[in-house]
């Protein structure tokens, strides 16, 4: 018979309950998304059927077109549903359905018809707020002051002025000056990028700065005069600059052994995303050879714990940089990274506009801007998509490693 001592049933006991709470954290965090997610799907259903009920009573025949093209997109027939898509277009755009120009606008560009896209999102911003005079849709203005604003609502936040970066290249070539507006986290990584724009915050000084314009242009008259193919959109792609020195400074810190670094971002707050549960993670995070750097927002220590099975020294979290304070920090961090790997969030918007080598996990919801076809996206060149496509997370994360594994093997 083995007698064991106390330390022995002590670690035991502790090991016991270790395993116990990690269980019990990981099952709370299921049941907390299960619930949100519920009450998510619901308000979209309630949302959803109350605007085809009304679309309905106003016009059946388009409500009924409407509803053979949303069973194309549920069935992912993406061959049937762009047709359907242009044509419905065509009859929301001169029946001004303001709700209908919206959700297919955003699904053209997803099926890769950009410049139909544009047209039913610039069509949709006269039916709400009408024309105004000044605008700019592609009119020459070479001895004039343009005014570019990337955050006209709240809506239009970080990610937006970052998806839409490259096209203030191009509008600087076009302007005697250019006066771009950004939020203000923003402003250091527009400046460096664009460094003859004057660039300014969004807030107090923004009435002055249109006084100071003859003309402006927001978000959807850039895409409908710079984005409206996707070569066009690639070839002028201009990659956002970060602070060198800062870049430098991360760079040496975290990689002291000679590792390569990986960026890995995994969660969010919106509870409508698809993504993979927090233990698909464990077979990338493994992986001795590499260094990953958490870019994940948020309180994230519980989450470290169960994505690397109770070894939360796999990941390097630097509680020194924060992106919901400082944006031009947390853009030297990704820019440090020899790779990033990340669900769909501002984080994968930024690593694509740095240019930087990144896979990108997107799950099957059809509201995001990310191509429905293909593994590309003509607005971030280096990154590679992984879509879910009804696949088990776990045959997706491997598709992700395999990716990534191709990435750090041509560094």
Known sequence: ?????????????????WSWLMEASQLLRQVRRVVALAGYNYKVWFRRHRRQLFLRWRDGDIADQMADYRRSIEARDWSAALPKALAL?????SRREVHLLDELSKALMRMGAYGPAAELKIARRYIVEGRVDGEWLGQDISGQVLLVDLMETEKQGLATAIHHASSVGRALTRAARLIVLVEHRLVPLFQRTFP???????????KAAYGEAQLFAGVQHL?????TDETTIREHFVPLKPDPARVAELRARYRKDGRPLVGVAWGSSNPGK?????TA??????????RFVSLQYGRIEPDLKILTDGDPA????DVLVDQLVDMDL???QVAAMDAVVTISNTGAHLAGALGIPSVFIIGDGFKRSWPVEGDRTPYYPSAVLVSKRERPWAEVMEDAQNHMGSVISAI
């Open 1 to 17: 018979m083995v007698v064991r001592d106390a330390g022995s049933r002590w670690t035991g006991c502790a090991n016991r309950r």
């Open 89 to 93: 277009g065509s009859i929301a755009k």
């Open 196 to 206: 003859t724009a004057d660039v300014r915050a969004v807030g107090p000084g923004t």
């Open 223 to 227: 895409t409908a005069v710079f984005e």
């Open 274 to 278: 698809d993504l993979p549960p927090l």
């Open 281 to 290: 993670w464990r077979g990338l995070i493994s992986r001795p050879d590499l």
């Open 314 to 317: 796999r990941i390097l979290h």
């Open 330 to 332: 947390f853009a030297a």
